[in-house]
C-alpha cells in the first residue's frame, strides 16, 4: 500500500471540512454578521446561527487554537471519527447553543468551536481513561478541564480569551458554553457511544 492511499484513508475527512467551511468563512468577515450566534436574531427565528456559529471566530489566536484543537482530536478519535460525525455536526452545536441561548441570556452574541472541542477532548479522555484506569494522563486531563472552568466562573469571567486575544473587546469566555460541553460529554458516556465507539 503507498503512502498516499494510507493518509488519504486516515485523514478525519469529516473535521477537515468543517475546518475548512471555518476557514472560508474566517477568510470572509462579512459573513460573521449573518452566522454568529446572536440572541436576539435566533429570537426572531433565525434558528440557523444554533449550528453555523461555532464556526464564526474572533480573530486569527482564537481561530488557530479551536480549529486547531478540532484537528488533533479528529486524528485522534481516527475510525471512530466517521461513527460521531454526525453528532459533533448535528447535536453537539446545536444543544451548546440552546444551554447558551437559555441559560446564559445575557450572553448577545458567541462564536468559535472551543466548546465542541472541549466536549471531543473530554469524550476522549473519558475513553483513555476507560481504556487504562491506572494511566494518570487522562484524569490530568480531566483536571485541567475542571480547574479551566472555575477559573473562568470566578477570576477570569469578562475579561477576555484569557491567553487568546480576540478581536472584539466586548467577547469573553463563554463559560457557560463549556459547562454545556461537558454536560454533553457525559451524554454522550451515557448514551453508550464511548463503549460503541471504543
Given at each position: 500500500m503507498n503512502?498516499r ?12 471540512t468543517?475546518a ?7 477568510c470572509h ?31 486569527w ?13 479528529g486524528?485522534?478519535?481516527g ?15 446545536a444543544?451548546?447553543s ?5 441559560f446564559?441570556?445575557?450572553?448577545a452574541?458567541?462564536?468559535?468551536l472551543s466548546a ?5 477532548l473530554l ?48 467577547i ?8 454545556a460541553?461537558?454536560a454533553?460529554?457525559?451524554?454522550m ?10
Open positions: 503512502f492511499s494510507w493518509a488519504a484513508r486516515k485523514l478525519p475527512w469529516g473535521f477537515v468543517v475548512l467551511v471555518a476557514l472560508f468563512l474566517h468577515a462579512g459573513w460573521r454578521s449573518i452566522l454568529l450566534f446572536d440572541h436576539a436574531a435566533i429570537a426572531g427565528g433565525q434558528w440557523w446561527r444554533l449550528w453555523t456559529g461555532h464556526l464564526v471566530h474572533f480573530g489566536p482564537h481561530f488557530v487554537a479551536d480549529v486547531g484543537l478540532f484537528l488533533i482530536l486524528f485522534m478519535l475510525v471512530k471519527q466517521a461513527r460521531l460525525f454526525p453528532v459533533v455536526l448535528l447535536l453537539l452545536p444543544v451548546i440552546v444551554a447558551v441561548y437559555f446564559a441570556p445575557g450572553m452574541r458567541y462564536g468559535g465542541v472541542d472541549l466536549t471531543l469524550f476522549v479522555a473519558g475513553q483513555g481513561w476507560q481504556h487504562n484506569w491506572k494511566d494518570w494522563f487522562w484524569p490530568a486531563v480531566l483536571v485541567v478541564y475542571v480547574g479551566e472552568i472555575v477559573l473562568e466562573s470566578t477570576i477570569g469571567q469578562g475579561r477576555g480569551g484569557g491567553l487568546i486575544r480576540f478581536d472584539d473587546p466586548e469573553h469566555v463563554a463559560t457557560s458554553a463549556h459547562i460541553a461537558a454533553c460529554a457525559l451524554l458516556f451515557a448514551g453508550g457511544l464511548g463503549k460503541r465507539a471504543g
